[in-house]
T-cell receptor
Framework: AQSVTQLGSHVSVSEGALVLLRCNYS??????LFWYVQYPNQGLQLLLK??????LVKGINGFEAEFKKSETSFHLTKPSAHMSDAAEYFC???????????FGIGTKLQVIP | DTGVSQNPRHKITKRGQNVTFRCDPI?????LYWYRQTLGQGPEFLTY????????KSRLLSDRFSAERPKGSFSTLEIQRTEQGDSAMYLC????????????FGPGTRLLVL
C-alpha cells in the first residue's frame, strides 16, 4: 500500500520568503517520490523526482526536495518565493516503480507581494 | 512539441448523454494512465494500460466507464449515461517502460454534466 499526506492545504508566503511545502509518505517498499505543480486549468508539470540516487533532489524553477527515510518525508523547498510560484503543488508516491502513482490532496501556494 | 495531448479540452453535456475523450501519449511511451481530478483534490487513479493491455482498473471506474487503447497508441475514455457526479477534470498521462518512469501529463479534459 502507498499513500501521501500533504500538511497544509493552503500556504501563504511573502515574495522573497522561504517556501516550505510538507509531504509525508507511506510505502511498503522503497518508493519513487515526485512533486508536481499545477497551474489553473492546466495539467500537472513535473518539478522533481526522487529515485534513490541522491537524497537531495534539485528540480526546475529553483525548487528542491530532501528525502528523509527516518521521517518518511519529502518536503519541497525554495529559498525565495516568486509571484510566478503561485500554483497548486502535489506530492506523489510510486511504490516499487511499477504501480500507479498516488497523489496527495495538494497544497495551494499563495505568494503575497 | 511531442507532449501528451488530450481532446477535447472542455466538454459540457446533459445528464444521461454519453461522452468520449481521447488521449495521445508521448510516442515512445508504452504506458498510459487515466486519472480523475475533482475540485480541491489530487488526481485519483482510474486505469492504466501497458501497450494495448488494460492492466489495472480502480474501483472508481464504474461499469459506465470504459477505456480502450486498441493499437497501443492513443486511448479513449468513454462515460455512458453521464451523471452530475462525473463532472471533473480527466487527466491522461504516459510513461516509458523503465522502472519508476516519470508520468507526463496532458492538459486534461474538463467535463461538466448539467
Amino acid at each position: 500500500a502507498q499513500s501521501v499526506t500533504q500538511l497544509g492545504s493552503h500556504v501563504s508566503v511573502s515574495e522573497g520568503a522561504l517556501v516550505l511545502l510538507r509531504c509525508n509518505y507511506s510505502s511498503s517498499v522503497p518508493p519513487y517520490l515526485f512533486w508536481y505543480v499545477q497551474y489553473p486549468n492546466q495539467g500537472l508539470q513535473l518539478l522533481l523526482k526522487y529515485t534513490s540516487a541522491a537524497t537531495l533532489v534539485k528540480g526546475i524553477n529553483g525548487f528542491e526536495a530532501e528525502f528523509k527515510k527516518s521521517e518518511t518525508s519529502f518536503h519541497l523547498t525554495k529559498p525565495s518565493a516568486h509571484m510566478s510560484d503561485a500554483a497548486e503543488y502535489f506530492c506523489a508516491v510510486n511504490s516499487g516503480g511499477y504501480q500507479k502513482v498516488t497523489f496527495g490532496i495538494g497544497t495551494k501556494l499563495q505568494v503575497i507581494p | 512539441d511531442t507532449g501528451v495531448s488530450q481532446n477535447p479540452r472542455h466538454k459540457i453535456t446533459k445528464r444521461g448523454q454519453n461522452v468520449t475523450f481521447r488521449c495521445d501519449p508521448i510516442s515512445e511511451h508504452n504506458r498510459l494512465y487515466w486519472y480523475r481530478q475533482t475540485l480541491g483534490q489530487g488526481p485519483e487513479f482510474l486505469t492504466y494500460f501497458q501497450n494495448e493491455a488494460q492492466l489495472e482498473k480502480s474501483r472508481l471506474l464504474s461499469d459506465r466507464f470504459s477505456a480502450e487503447r486498441p493499437k497501443g497508441s492513443f486511448s479513449t475514455l468513454e462515460i455512458q449515461r453521464t451523471e452530475q457526479g462525473d463532472s471533473a477534470m480527466y487527466l491522461c498521462a504516459s510513461s516509458p517502460r523503465d522502472r519508476g518512469g516519470t508520468q507526463y501529463f496532458g492538459p486534461g479534459t474538463r467535463l461538466l454534466v448539467l
